[in-house]
Structure formats: C-alpha cells, structure tokens
C-alpha cells in the first residue's frame, strides 16, 4: 500500500515479477543431489482403479473435489470483488482499499501457519471443520461490518479462516490415496477445483448486481457448509483399494 501512490498498479505489477527472478537467480546456484549408493526400487505403475475404482475411492474423490472448488471458489470469489466493494461501498481510496485488502492477506498468512499446528495437534478433519465452520461465519460478520476499525479487524479474521485452510490439502489428499497414485490425485482433484473456482468472481460479480456484494458474500457461508458436510465422504485409507 505505502507504494501504490508512488508506482501506480502498473509499477505493482512489475514488482510482481522480482521474486521470479530471484527465485531463477536461486536455482542457478543450487547443485544437483549426489546419487544414491543404491537405485530406487522399482515404483508400481499409477492405476486410476486406485481413483475411482471403487466406491470408497469414488466417494472420497467427490468429497475431496468438493472441498478443493469451494476453497478456490471462494476465495477468488472474495479475494477479486473485496477492493471493489471496498471502494464502492464505503468510497475508499485506492491506497486505502490495498491497506484493508493487505490485512486480509496477513490474516491468511497467520491461519495457514495455525492450521498446519491445529492438524498436527488434532487432526485434519478437525482442524478443516473449525477452519470451514469459522470461515462460514466470518464472511457473515464482515458483511455486516460498517466502521474501517471493524472491517479491518474482521478482514483479517475472515482471512485467517477463508484462506487458513489451503495448507492441508495436500497433506489430506497425500493421506487419502497410495503412493503410486498421490501425484496423479494431488494435480487432478486440487486442479480441477481451481477450474471451478475459476467461475467464482463471475458467479459473485453476476449476483452481485441484484443483491449487492455484501449480501452475495455472505450468502458463501452456505458454500463453507457444504464442506463441512462433504468432509464425511472421504473415506479412511484402510477402506481404499490397496496398491
């Protein structure tokens, strides 16, 4: 925010692209591991019976489904429209407005670190049913919001259950299928949420024409539920096809 005035948006994109390049200048130095003194055993081939090959793995692939496009629809659904109702709800600057969207972003940042500890302490299904229950309320409260104190406290909260939750999904999908087919499953199901939370900033931008866009985010709390609910279709690993 301090230096959107200075650079405008198209300086912030620009900046955008630093830590590409330091992140090439990174790899440019890193070396190569030394080879084992052994090869690796031979892998079993991946097989999308362990997918959907079975009723359990079926189920388990919904409800994973399920939970990676609400998170991405969601948040994209948020994270696009929340300087525009911002800006035109309240009539915040355009400094202003990045100032109260950047505390959202830290509060993402402090539930993602939270999440990982409250999973390993209890559990993931645990820990994704308070993130997913304290998402659905949040986003109630924050359209509720008036004062810029109450909107940038309750932005940063909103924040940390909204986004908090996007560090264990890898963790649970690895835990979800055997080794052989762990990548497949971790780029076919996490993607295929993303393509549907793609329609997340149209969905919210088309209703938000007719019932506001407080009133349309709010209404995402219904979507947080439905996780909830879909949590209860992924199966133990002990129910899914060996490998």
Known sequence: PPLLPLIGWRGMFLLGAVPALVAVFIRRGLA??????????????????????SAAARRTALGILIL?????????????????????????????????????????????????????????????????????????????????????????????????MIGGYGALISDSYPASIRATAQNLLFNAGRLVGGFGPVAIGSLSASWGIGRTIAILSVLYLVDIAALALISDRREMPAS
């Open 68 to 164: 990676c496009s609400v998170q991405n629809f969601c948040y994209y659904g948020v994270m696009i429209w929340l300087p525009n109702y911002l800006a035109g709800h309240f009539g915040y600057s355009l400094t202003r407005t990045g100032l109260w969207t950047a505390a959202t972003v830290l509060g993402m940042a402090a539930g993602i670190a939270a999440f990982g500890h409250m999973a390993d302490r209890v559990g993931r299904k645990i820990a994704f049913r308070t993130w997913m229950g304290g998402a659905a309320i949040m986003v109630v409260v924050y359209s509720l919001m008036t004062s810029p104190p109450g909107l940038l406290v309750a932005g940063a909260i909103m924040g940390f259950f909204v986004n908090g």
């Open 32 to 53: 190569e591991p030394a080879p084992g003194p052994r090869p690796a055993p031979a892998r079993p081939k991946p097989s999308f019976h362990l997918l959907l090959g």
